[in-house]
């Protein structure tokens, strides 16, 4: 009997060329497939309605904010040229906007188109209130009714202001100098905006047509503005002079602004004089005035300021006195028997025995103010801080640059002060 056993292997045979006794070495490589490109494209996906539907929104947010963009940046542009709040601006008269504001402006000098004044004015000054304009230099030796035609230009003889409001001449605001006043006092103007301008008093003008107004020959924007000193009722007004390369002429507003001055703004300012003349022309000068004067100092202007019409500061000394912003500036001097003012305004102030004294030809600013209490506070026009050498008082405070000065007195003071104060103040 035979038995089978399962596990037992078969026998291979021992032949080599035997096919059932070779081994597989080189396995057959796997499939590569080849795509070839026949050039045509696939068919595109087509977009759904959503999708359309939302970059036509998409776009539409972007134009929109483009076209809003755009609009600012005009808005921007727009509100800086002819914005009222910006110096640089065209220059709008009162209540009015750019198109009426060019339009009264474009009245005047259309006789003769080749004639202009615009940037003729080479030289200003504010003193107090009161405009001094020149088409030269202005020094103490121009000031002659000889020289009109340096001041005022060729074939005229003074200078004047044209109220547009009223779109007249305003005649009572006029140079004169023939009897040497050489300033026009703008706390006398009523409300309103008005154009300087020449004129000749030998030649009637043809009214607007003819009338050639002035501009400063300046490149930087100009604004500046002041306070008349208060009426017999107590009401002051705001004074402002403009001008700027985008506006035709120079313009000077004029507006009430009731019975209060700004906070830090004094109708004058008074202090004790440092500058004592002695008879060989030299100066004997005081330190600051100690505290007992100026407490009495102090007294006189609160005596003045009961009246309720006029507010004034007292301080201790002419350095004090520049520091601060008023209209007019006055110093007591109890050793003088004569009284002082500028020899720029004192044209408008022979009345009430004020007269000017100047520095001798020889010094190095011979002609101006003798006084530091006047020149030096006088301002720009009267050199002040300028440092010259021989000069006393002229280093005491830092060069004036602005055209801005007050309109400055030297009193003497022995008697009836506050009254000559109030006489002084008066005649603004």
Known sequence: ????????????????????????????????????????????KKESGFSIALKIVSAVVVLALLGTSIYAIYGAIHEQIYSKNNDDSYIL??????????????????????????????????IGTKLLVSESKITPS?????NAYLIAGSNYTDISLWQLSSNTSYSALTTDFANDIYTIDLSLCPEGDYLIYPFSSTSKSNGIADTYPYSIYSSETIKETIYSLPNKDGQRK?????????????????????????????????????????????????????????????????????????????????????????????ALDSSLT?????????????????????????????????????????????????????VTGNDIIPAVTSHVGKESFLLASATNTSEKIVEVLNRF
């Open 338 to 390: 004569d009284s002082y003012c500028s020899v720029f305004v004192q044209g408008s102030f022979t009345t009430i025995g004020l007269t000017g004294k100047t520095l001798e030809e020889t010094s190095q600013l011979g002609g101006y103010d003798l006084y530091p209490e006047i020149r030096e506070l006088t301002g720009y026009i009267d050199k002040a801080g300028q440092a010259y050498a021989s």
């Open 1 to 44: 009997m035979f038995f089978h056993h399962k596990d037992n292997p078969e026998k291979q045979s021992s032949n080599p060329d035997d096919p059932a006794n070779k081994t597989n070495s080189n396995p057959t490589p796997p499939p590569i497939n080849i795509v070839v490109n026949t050039g045509e494209k696939a068919a595109p």
């Open 93 to 126: 008269l009162t209540d009015s906007d750019f198109s009426k504001s060019q339009l009264a402006y474009s009245q005047f000098g259309t006789k003769d188109t080749s004639l202009s004044n615009k940037n003729k004015i080479r030289d200003y000054a504010l």
């Open 142 to 146: 121009l000031l002659s009714k000889s």
């Open 238 to 330: 705001r004074i402002t002079l403009r001008n700027n390369s985008a506006s035709p002429y120079t313009v000077i507003s004029v507006v009430s602004c009731g019975t209060t001055l700004p906070d830090n703004y004094y109708d004058a300012v008074l202090y004790n004089s440092q500058y004592h003349l002695n008879e060989d022309n030299t100066f004997t000068v005081d330190g600051i005035s100690a505290s007992d004067k100026l407490e009495s100092l102090t007294g006189t202007a609160t005596s003045i300021m009961e009246s309720g019409r006029f507010k004034i500061k007292a301080v201790d000394s002419l350095l004090s006195a520049s520091n601060i912003s008023s209209t007019a500036a006055i």
